[in-house]
């Protein structure tokens, strides 16, 4: 595995580069904009190449440290940290299609989360029309993602292992413990 030198915040801020509202979905895919930018900051594979994966499924299942639900997230970390991939995902077995038969649901598509409830991606989308509303890389709501993955290459400044929620139940019932406590006394 890669040295951890590049931060979640880092990656974050590089996605928000007006540059990138230059190219067009045929340019950069969602995957593809999530790997051109980690490529912007410095970070690549211990061989020295940029990193390529097969999709927002490859990069799910085999580029993420953690991974869980935006509320799941929440409750580990007290928090969605900057620079964390947004997945859209179901469970709807499309992932075999893509030759996934290990039943972990399908990763759709993928962006940059940038902090306030925003998500960078691309995509490309037409309105009723025929016309093109949405062409590559831009602004997406957080709601319209549904899975929060941090990568393995980049440092979110979190530790797993620490529970912000369990901390905060833990303080509240000590104080709870406290107040029965004097109410005996008064």
């Known amino acids: 595995m890669a040295d951890l030198y590049r931060t979640g915040k880092q990656y974050a801020e590089q996605a928000k580069d007006k540059k990138y509202e230059k190219l067009t979905y045929d340019n950069v895919d969602c995957q593809a904009f999530c790997e051109l930018v980690l490529k912007d900051i410095g970070v690549r594979q211990s061989s020295g190449a940029a990193y390529n994966w097969k999709g927002s499924n490859d990069i799910a299942r085999h580029a993420c440290s953690w991974i869980g639900t935006k509320e799941e997230c929440i409750k580990q970390f007290g928090f969605i940290p900057l620079g964390a991939w947004a997945f859209i995902w179901d469970n709807t077995g499309k992932e075999k299609e893509r030759g996934y ?18 998500v960078r991606d691309s995509t490309r989308y037409k309105n009723s029309k025929g016309e093109y509303i949405r062409n590559g890389p831009a602004n997406r709501a957080l709601s319209a993602f549904n899975r929060i993955g941090l990568a393995k290459m980049l440092d979110f400044e979190v530790k797993p292992e620490y529970n912000n929620h369990e901390k905060i139940m833990s303080i509240v019932n000590e104080i709870r413990n406290k107040l029965t406590e004097l109410e005996g006394l008064v």
């Open 101 to 118: 038969y290990d039943g972990l649901g399908n990763y759709a598509h993928i962006g940059i989360y940038v902090g306030d409830n925003i």
